[in-house]
């Protein structure tokens, strides 16, 4: 029985095909690889009621993941975050059917984890040396960790600006961090050059390796699975690199195809920032793809990326879906974020917050009904963003005592 029954890669724009057991980047087009898989062969090889009794990672769905071998898996535990009910802040916006995938639990405190799970077991099995990319952050400190966990070499480069707790998981986890003044555009093209210098190390940007979309679309999985092998009506998700959206949507037509879903299929949205809307602006005007948007920012800095390379494929599984693209303020970013933790002891991360500003606006709007169901992706703790919470509180004298209410 196989372990992955990984086909081929394909690109995303002409359908070439590609050897998917070569180091591989982009497509001679520039544009991301997608991973292809023998789905016959893995309907008949397992079946949802199969993967109910397997460990609780992610690596549960090996069979739609990249790697042949599972020597070269390389975990910390990740996957299967909780599908949380959200029942009086739900009721609050009018959504009683809300519920919260927290990937905040999953090990670096983010999302990223998903991602360099299967990127860099990939890398490992297939001979990498060391992994570079430019980063807001948290995915930085996660490849830096998978990095360390497998024995490879990690340069993270990343604006002076990001969290400084991810430059310090970048730091203890042994690899070369450098800062830029400038956006995640900026400390890309320092990573380019210095990849073009260092044999043996593979540029793993955003979408420039095929293998991060894979360890994010099993959230896609979990969710259906969650659901009883069902999914949810609308799932919102913050997109900058919108790597998760587009992982999410693979899922579901694969999971469509293999029979373990139904027909139908999540809307899905894509929530950013006022200051940082390219995907949102392409959207409205009905393009095809964002334009490079100069002297963005946001304090939801995951999703400030001023021209993602796979806008093409969000815009596209936004509009199969049915979905919507939302941009909403950084003040209502920090309303929403109290207004959460308040009402269901959540602190979120700002990018996650900006999904629940977005799913009050779209029930206000009607665009959501209130008897839907409804996900939406946190994707970091908000342990990791302390400057979204100003602790301004009395001290007491010792010999002091707390004032009535």
């Known amino acids: 029985m196989s372990f992955s029954h990984l086909s081929h890669l394909e690109c995303s724009r002409t359908g070439a095909r590609y050897d998917a057991d070569q180091v591989q980047g982009v497509s001679d087009v520039g544009a991301p690889l997608l991973v292809r898989y023998d789905l016959d062969g893995v309907r008949a090889s397992v079946t949802p009621a199969e993967i109910a009794g397997r460990p609780h990672d ?4 090996h069979e739609v993941l990249p790697v042949r071998d599972p020597a070269h898996v390389t975990t910390l535990g990740e996957g299967m975050t909780p599908l949380l009910p959200l029942p009086s802040y739900g009721a609050h916006i009018g959504v009683p059917g809300l519920l919260m995938k927290d990937e905040g639990l999953v090990p670096t405190g983010s999302f990223k984890a998903r991602g360099a799970a299967v990127g860099v077991s990939r890398a490992r099995e297939l001979g990498v040396e060391a992994v570079a990319m430019p980063t807001n952050g948290n995915a930085g400190a996660a490849w830096s960790v998978y990095a360390a966990r497998a024995g490879l070499g ?7 600006d990001a969290p400084e707790i991810t430059r310090r998981e970048c730091v203890v986890s042994g690899a070369e961090l450098y800062l830029v003044d400038g956006l995640i555009n900026h400390a890309g093209a320092l990573v380019k050059a210095a990849v073009a210098e260092r044999p043996g190390t593979q540029e793993v940007s955003t979408l420039k390796e095929p293998y991060r ?20 009506d609308v799932i919102l998700y913050p997109a900058g690199g919108g790597v998760g959206l587009i992982g999410i949507h693979k899922a579901m037509l694969e999971m469509r195809e293999l029979g373990w879903i139904g027909a139908k299929l999540p809307r899905l949205v894509a929530v950013q920032a006022d200051g940082c809307k390219p995907i949102v602006d392409a959207f409205d005007a009905g393009l095809d793809e964002s334009t490079l948007v100069e ?9 400030n990326v001023p021209k993602a390379l796979g ?22 970013i920090l309303t929403e974020l109290g207004e959460l933790a308040t009402r269901e002891g959540a602190w979120v991360c700002p990018e996650g917050a900006a999904c629940f500003v977005a799913a009050r606006q779209l029930r206000e709007r009607g665009w959501i009904a209130e008897g839907e169901e409804v996900v939406v992706l946190n994707t970091g703790t908000g342990l990791k963003y302390p400057d979204t919470v100003s602790v301004d509180v009395p001290t ?8 009535a209410r």
């Open 58 to 61: 992610l690596w549960r769905y």
């Open 154 to 160: 990690s340069l993270i480069v990343m604006p002076v």
């Open 213 to 232: 979309i894979e360890g994010k679309k099993t959230m896609g999985y979990e969710i259906a699975e969650q659901l009883g092998w069902r999914v949810p």
């Open 295 to 303: 002297g963005t920012h946001t304090l939801a800095f995951g999703i």
């Open 311 to 332: 806008d093409f494929l969000v815009l596209q599984a936004v509009r199969e879906s049915g979905g919507t693209a939302v941009a909403v303020t950084d003040e209502e």
């Open 396 to 403: 007491l004298a010792r010999d002091g005592a707390v004032p």
